[in-house]
Structure formats: structure tokens, C-alpha cells
């Protein structure tokens, strides 16, 4: 079984402070893992993933994300925060099925002027 | 460039109703995907699809769902009997081949409610 734990259903930053968004996950098998972004009334946009390789990934819009084995964990950050940065974020696992993403119940991230 | 497109966008059905959320998938996408997103969740996987054929369809809540894909294009969510508990963001998705590695595009969702 996989699982996704997102801590902090909502997280606010001031604008151009450090974003970091925690994701822990569990599952049995080395897993796949992404970050997507939902704006308000769309559909889900991939920022990163991990597959394989290099632990550190880089994302667009200036987003990365570290893959932390010992840990379980793939958080996301960003050094410094743009308005645009707000909307909802969620941290997905593939834990082996090569097709199935068991996502975060999300992180709500609002900029503060 | 086309996304995937999903209609209609927005769907209000009375309780027992028979309901149908169409997803127009990415041109050339083998696979796609349901999801189910509850307010204040993240999605839930429903069911998946290569090509025209389902291979997954555990994430189905009951009997009442029903998904196709007749010729490896578009596809249909059916659901039957419309319950309250229904009421969600029905997400699709679709992507460029078979490999959990590819990324999933997703189209904006039906927002059903059953009153």
C-alpha cells in the first residue's frame, strides 16, 4: 500500500520569503514521486517529479523538491515567493503500479503582499 | 496546443438521476485516467485505460460507476443512480504512453452535484 501525508492543509508565506511544502510518504517498493500545482478552476499541472537518479529536482517556475530516502520524505520549496506562486499544491506517489498516483489531501499556499 | 477537455464543465443532478461526464483526452495519449477529488481532498484514483482497454477500475466506488473508451480516444464516466455522496471534481487525464514515469495531463474537471 502507498500513502501521501501532507502537513499543513494551509500554509501562508509573505511574498519573496522561502516556500517549503512537506510531503512524507509511504511504500513498500522505491516510488515515483511528483508535485502538481491546481489553480482555481483548473485541472492539476505538473511542477517536478523523481523517478530515478539525482535526489535533488528542479521544477518549473523556479520550484524544486528533494528526494530524502531515509527520511520519506519530498518536500517542496521555492527561495522566495511570487504572488502567482498561490494556489493549492499536491504531492503524489507511484509506489510500483507504473501508473496509479495516490495523491495529498494538498496544501493551500497563500502570498501575502 | 489542445489540452484535455472535459464536458460539461459543471453538472447538478437530482438524486437517482443517470449522469454522463465526457473526457476528450490529449490526441495520440495511450493512457487515461479518472480521478475523483472531494471538496478539501486531493484526487482519487478511479480507473485507467490503455489504449480501449480498462486495466484498472479498483478505484470505482460501487456498481453505479461505469467507464469506457470504445476506441482508444475519448472516454465516458457514466454514473447511475445518482447519490449524494457523489457530488465531487471528476478529473481526467491522460498521458503519452504506458510508463509510470510520463507525466499526467489534466484536463480542468466536472464539478457534479447531486441535490
Known amino acids: 500500500a502507498q500513502s501521501v501525508t501532507q502537513l499543513g492543509s494551509h500554509v501562508s508565506v509573505s511574498e519573496g520569503a522561502l516556500v517549503l511544502l512537506r510531503c512524507n510518504y509511504s511504500?513498500?517498493?522505491?516510488?515515483?514521486l511528483f508535485w502538481y500545482v491546481q489553480y482555481p478552476n483548473q485541472g492539476l499541472q505538473l511542477l517536478l517529479k523523481?523517478?530515478?537518479?539525482?535526489?535533488l529536482v528542479k521544477g518549473i517556475n523556479g520550484f524544486e523538491a528533494e528526494f530524502k530516502k531515509s527520511e520519506t520524505s519530498f518536500h517542496l520549496t521555492k527561495p522566495s515567493a511570487h504572488m502567482s506562486d498561490a494556489a493549492e499544491y499536491f504531492c503524489a506517489v507511484d509506489g510500483g503500479s507504473n501508473y496509479k498516483l495516490t495523491f495529498g489531501k494538498g496544501t493551500l499556499l497563500t502570498v501575502n503582499p | 496546443g489542445a489540452g484535455v477537455s472535459q464536458s460539461p464543465r459543471y453538472k447538478v443532478a437530482k438524486r437517482g438521476q443517470d449522469v454522463a461526464l465526457r473526457c476528450d483526452p490529449i490526441?495520440?495519449?495511450?493512457?487515461l485516467f479518472w480521478y475523483q477529488q472531494a471538496l478539501g481532498q486531493g484526487p482519487e484514483f478511479l480507473t485507467y485505460?490503455?489504449?480501449?482497454?480498462?486495466?484498472?477500475k479498483s478505484g470505482l466506488p460501487s456498481d453505479r460507476f461505469f467507464a469506457e473508451r470504445p476506441e482508444g480516444s475519448v472516454s465516458t464516466l457514466k454514473i447511475q443512480r445518482t447519490q449524494q455522496e457523489d457530488s465531487a471534481v471528476y478529473l481526467c487525464?491522460?498521458?503519452?504512453?504506458?510508463?509510470?514515469?510520463?507525466?499526467?495531463?489534466f484536463g480542468p474537471g466536472t464539478r457534479l452535484t447531486v441535490l
Open positions: 490526441s495520440g495519449h495511450v493512457s
Open positions: 511504500s513498500s517498493v522505491p516510488p515515483y
Open positions: 485505460f490503455q489504449n480501449e482497454a480498462q486495466l484498472d
Open positions: 523523481y523517478t530515478t537518479g539525482a535526489t
Open positions: 487525464a491522460s498521458s503519452l504512453g504506458t510508463s509510470g514515469t510520463g507525466e499526467q495531463f
